[in-house]
């Protein structure tokens, strides 16, 4: 395994939007943790998980990582195209736990294993935090072990060199103590090839409960380039008005790693979905996930379904949007894009949206 300082020059991180060659995901199966923590039943959480799996299987192989004591759950709801794997793991979000797949234009595909703390050691992770290593020694590729506590929904790269996170997530004492900004950006420049790093607040005061402290796929999403669909909401006395308006502005400040201003465009959250008896829930419609020729798109079976639908087919008009019901995965603060972690295709092909 190398380490960050070890990083030849040249590898990078694709756009979500380059050709896959496969979709990983993790499957849930630890009832104690979503029936105690989260108050859903595992089995409901189940059959969300296996919508999202049989949805993107339509247009990409889908890799699922099961752990042995649940491959006949994951069998009986996953289509027979949806290969399983067997490794033995704590939680279910690939997203945050699984690698995040690099390219260079001579040695090909590898993967970054970021040192996964499960969000600050906020539950078990002594199994996921070796996950990412092992997806990657299983597919035969290299491995760049890195320092940083990281997770993947706490990074989106557009592919043209920039990179959004928030100072919630990585600055927190939780995570990375003793580290700062330029440390961080070092580390991504290092591995992901990027050369601009914009730095959002996040959710500073922790007011949403959010498990992972502010991840950036809950607040906006590249649609391209120099374009950005943002997490709005249209509910002025919430309690995230106030943070979705401080990273809109942040926004609004930013440049791109080539000098551009953002076009933003608003993507109100589902306000009507929201359990408000649940401890926390993922009402974020940019928590949406590019697929081959298809974007998955989480839905609640409400009426700004359609309305977010729109505005997402507007942003990719080459794809297919696919609406996918995920309220029991919702109850435990994550959606669509917080369950699956993209294989770029090599040889790239497809950069752009």
């Known amino acids: 395994m190398h380490n960050d300082s070890a990083n030849n020059n040249g590898w ?50 889908v890799k699922m990582v099961v752990d042995p004591s ?48 499960a969000w600050g050691g906020k539950s078990a992770h002594d199994l996921d935090e070796g996950l990412a290593r092992r997806v990657l020694n299983g597919l035969g590729l290299p491995c760049f072990g890195s320092f940083l506590a990281n997770e993947g929904g706490a990074i989106h790269v557009d592919g043209d060199g920039t990179l959004i996170t928030t100072e919630s997530v990585l600055l927190n004492p939780n995570r990375n103590p003793g580290l700062g900004k330029q ?50 909401t249209e509910d002025p006395t919430s309690v995230y008005a106030q943070v979705a308006k401080e990273n809109r502005r942040a926004l609004e400040l ?8 953002f076009e933003l465009i608003d993507l109100y959250e589902a306000c009507a979905a929201v359990d408000t008896d649940a401890e926390v829930f993922c009402a974020s419609y940019t928590n949406f996930y590019l697929c081959n020729d298809a974007l998955i798109m989480p839905a609640y079976g409400i009426a700004a379904d359609q309305q977010a639908a729109a505005t997402l087919q507007q942003a990719f008009p080459d794809r297919t949007v696919v609406p996918v019901q995920i309220n029991q995965l919702a109850h435990g603060g994550g959606g669509v894009h917080c369950i699956t972690q993209q294989q770029p295709a090599w040889p790239l092909k497809g950069a752009k949206p």
């Not at 949806?82 to 995040?100: K, M, Q, T």
């Not at 930013?254 to 201003?261: E, F, Q």
Request: include cysteine.
């Open 254 to 261: 930013a440049t791109d790693a080539r000098g551009r201003r």
């Open 70 to 117: 649940a491959v006949s759950q994951a069998r009986a709801l996953c289509g027979a195209n949806i290969e399983l794997i067997e490794i033995a793991v704590n939680d279910s979000w690939c997203r945050d736990s699984g690698p995040s797949f690099i390219c260079h234009p001579q040695q090909g595909l590898a993967g970054v294993s970021w040192r996964f703390n």
């Open 183 to 232: 440390d961080m950006e070092e580390i991504f420049v290092h591995l992901l090839g990027v050369n601009k790093v914009i730095w959002l607040p996040g959710d500073p005061d922790y007011v949403t409960g959010d498990m992972t402290d502010g991840h950036v796929d809950g607040v906006c999403a590249f649609a391209r380039p120099g374009v950005l669909l943002v997490d709005a």
């Open 12 to 61: 990078f991180m694709p756009a979500e939007w380059a050709r896959h060659a496969a979709t990983w995901m993790v499957w849930p199966h630890n009832q104690a943790l979503w029936e105690s923590t989260w108050g859903v039943t595992l089995a409901a959480v189940q059959v969300d998980f296996a919508r999202v799996a049989n949805a993107i299987a339509r247009f990409e192989p």
